[in-house]
């Protein structure tokens, strides 16, 4: 999954697609990279980051939904407004990634279109979730009862668990421990019939480790990206599409060697 940010204050690459044609050129970049899921991003969810309304959202979202084909590749759309992710929907985008991971609204929709989801658990919202760190009292069972309550919700609606990735939210409301303990417990998030995804490309956790600016942080993200697809991740969000994309035929032609 290639990340397409159309803002100018996302964390890592904010400005670089702001513009419609830079979007459009740089979607394009990362289909050709091996990207098969482009997840397009209106509202910036980095810490300390506030909130725009959803008519924004879909001002900045609409003139590329028109020019996009809809049978190339998957489109996920990264919002977590009704509105927003109603007309999206309706504009024929296949997937809803939502960071706080989906309301009655939603799976309405979702049955509604037959459209996929991703689920991420956060604590709070961007403004204050990292005020939050202290507040789990066992992040993995924490965030294992967080997703066990939305499946409960999901299958009310007879969604397909298999149109579902769960998404532990990496850097959302946790700390150094709390990110690698979910890293390295990845397996216990796969509940029932759903995916996995896994987002932690150039996030400040590998800064923490080994002192990094932004760009600096392409060993961190494969490491992690390649450990995590050996435990099982079905879909990794990353920004370096080619780079990962490479590091991952890599990994699995040596793995595959009898």
Known sequence: MGIC?????????GGIAFRTKDALKHIKTMVKAGATIIDIGAESARPGS???????????????????????????IDTNKIE??????????????????????????????RSGLVLMHTPAA????????????????????YFRSRIRKLDRYNISHKK????????????????LLIMKNIKKFRLKSCGLLLGSSRKSWIHMINKSTVDKRLGGSLASALYNMSQGVDILRVHDVFETRQAVEVYKRIACLQ
């Open 5 to 13: 940010n159309v803002t100018k204050d996302s964390f890592s690459d």
């Open 164 to 179: 579902v990735w769960l998404d532990p939210g990496i850097g959302f409301g946790k700390n150094l421990e709390q990110n």
């Open 50 to 76: 506030d909130p725009i309304t959803y008519q924004k959202e879909i001002k900045r979202l609409k003139p590329i939904l028109e020019q996009l084909p809809k049978d190339k590749f998957i489109i996920s």
């Open 126 to 145: 961007p403004k204050i979730m990292q005020t939050k760190t202290s507040s789990y009292t066992s992040i993995v069972k924490d965030i294992q009862k």
């Open 84 to 113: 927003t992710q109603e007309f999206v929907l309706q504009a024929g985008v296949h997937i809803i990634n939502d960071i706080f991971g989906g309301n009655n609204d939603l799976f309405y929709l979702t049955k509604k279109f």
